[in-house]
């Protein structure tokens, strides 16, 4: 797969999430990629943990439907932005959402954004695709593939509670990033790839 040229992620250190946690979901509004268990998590978490702020924050060419949302719970959107902006937007979020249906293309494509996310040294909550296992196969150490939107409650919710799970995965994250998920260690492989087509 595709990983991102370094130079254009900064990322930001962990903080502490145990009050206030900023979640990215970027992509479709759609039921394929998964928009209507994005809701459901993020919905679910904040009445799970009343005493929490979370935010939402969508990167989409659609507009978001209104949805019955918990007081604890704000939804931002940002429109579709140039590449270079996505890079640094991103770096601003403590984890991301991909709840992305477990069909036949999903299943085998491997998402580039998820590279980008390992690179902010984040954690991702992803669908259980059998892509992302053979991929990355790492990718436990730094984030985690769920079944259902009940899973991705409980996880995030770990996430929350658990500091040093939620600080060993953001720096699991970082770390394959840098050394192994990245244009500069894959590009000789890549263009010579290229080349022989």
């Not at 040093?164 to 998920?181: F, G, I, M, V």
């Amino acid at each position: 797969s595709y990983c991102p040229d370094l130079k254009y992620i900064k990322p930001l250190s962990a903080k502490n999430i145990q009050q206030e946690c900023r979640v990215l979901y970027a992509g479709p509004l759609t039921k394929e990629k998964g928009w209507d268990r994005v809701v459901e998590t993020m919905s679910g978490i904040a009445q799970k943990m009343p005493q929490m702020q979370f935010r939402l924050d969508v990167i989409s060419r659609n507009t978001v439907a209104e949805f019955v949302k918990p007081k604890n719970l704000q939804v931002g959107v940002l429109q579709f932005m140039p590449f270079e902006k996505f890079c640094e937007q991103i770096t601003k979020y403590d984890t991301f959402l991909d709840l992305r249906d477990a069909d036949f293309e999903n299943r085998r494509c491997l998402p580039i954004k998820l590279f980008y996310y390992m690179a902010c040294g984040k954690p991702s909550i992803y669908s259980n695709l059998k892509a992302i296992k053979k991929g990355v196969p790492e990718f436990e150490n730094c984030g985690q593939l769920v079944d259902n939107t009940a899973q991705a409650i409980e996880v995030m919710s770990e996430y929350i509670t658990n500091k040093e799970l939620y600080s060993q995965h953001c720096s699991n994250a970082l770390k394959l990033s840098q050394d192994k998920y990245n244009w500069a260690i894959i590009k000789e492989d890549f263009l010579s790839l290229i080349n022989d087509l």
